[in-house]
């Protein structure tokens, strides 16, 4: 029996579909972003695909995905965690946003729509502070470099760069004070900006590069310390 157009799917559409495993890994992913997901934590196969409403065939193929992405491990005979980043990979992390960050804050044009985003996650972050909200603190700072990532106008950039953070977190989440680690940065995002209105994308770029180098620094120091 010949199928009539209208009931085979357009190719260009069935290939630019994501599939319902890219999907939920996605729903994952932003989980760990949100600090939701914390590093070392076990996943029940059984009620996260009771929870997800999918079989336990495509949560398998979540898994896949997210390990590949170095968000999950699979450890024989335990199961699933949550992947607890390394000294090494954190500094592969800093090493790549240096490299993505800071070009796209040079080129920036200062009236972009993702700068009035980065003023936004500037100004929720200190409403969150205010209530003593550290998870959600970490994420505005997140949603604040990812829009400095979205200057670039390169969705496959951003997409890139979404993974990276997602690893960042799972550092962040091995930190012992998180107020200790988030609170700092609602001061020197805020004076990113101002930079970048008053001196212009350069001078803001070059001040990233030394905020970055910065934030390194304390961050592998916390792990460290961590580790002693």
């Known amino acids: 029996m010949e199928l009539s157009r209208e009931s085979v799917p357009d190719a260009d559409m069935t290939d630019q579909s994501p599939s319902l495993a890219q999907t939920v890994a996605l729903r994952l992913r932003e989980q760990v972003v949100a ?19 999918i079989s336990r065939n495509t949560l398998r193929e979540v898994f896949r995905l997210l390990t590949q992405d170095g968000l999950l491990t699979h450890q024989p005979n335990r199961g699933v965690f949550v992947a607890q980043p390394s000294l ?17 804050l040079a080129q920036a044009w200062p009236r972009h729509p993702a700068v009035a985003r980065m003023a936004e996650a500037v100004d929720r972050a200190a409403a969150l502070a205010a209530m003593q909200d550290w998870r959600g603190v ?14 670039s106008d390169s969705p496959r950039l951003i997409a890139f760069f979404a993974r990276i ?16 680690l988030h609170v700092p940065y609602i001061d020197r995002n805020r004076a990113l900006l101002s930079v970048l209105h ?3 994308p350069a001078a803001a770029a070059d001040l ?11 961050v592998m120091a916390a792990f460290a310390a ?3």
């Open 35 to 53: 600090g939701v997901l914390l590093p070392g934590q076990r996943l029940s196969e059984t009620r996260l695909a009771a929870d997800l409403d």
């Open 88 to 104: 090494a990979t954190i500094l592969d992390i800093y090493r790549v946003r240096l490299m993505v960050e800071v070009p796209a």
């Open 138 to 151: 970490g994420s505005a700072n997140m949603e604040f470099h990812a829009a400095i990532v979205g200057l």
């Open 165 to 180: 953070m997602a690893e960042l977190r799972l550092a962040f989440g091995l930190m012992h004070s998180p107020e200790q």
């Open 198 to 200: 008053g001196d212009g």
């Open 208 to 218: 990233l590069r030394d905020y970055l180098m910065q934030s390194e620094r304390e």
């Open 226 to 228: 961590r580790l002693d």
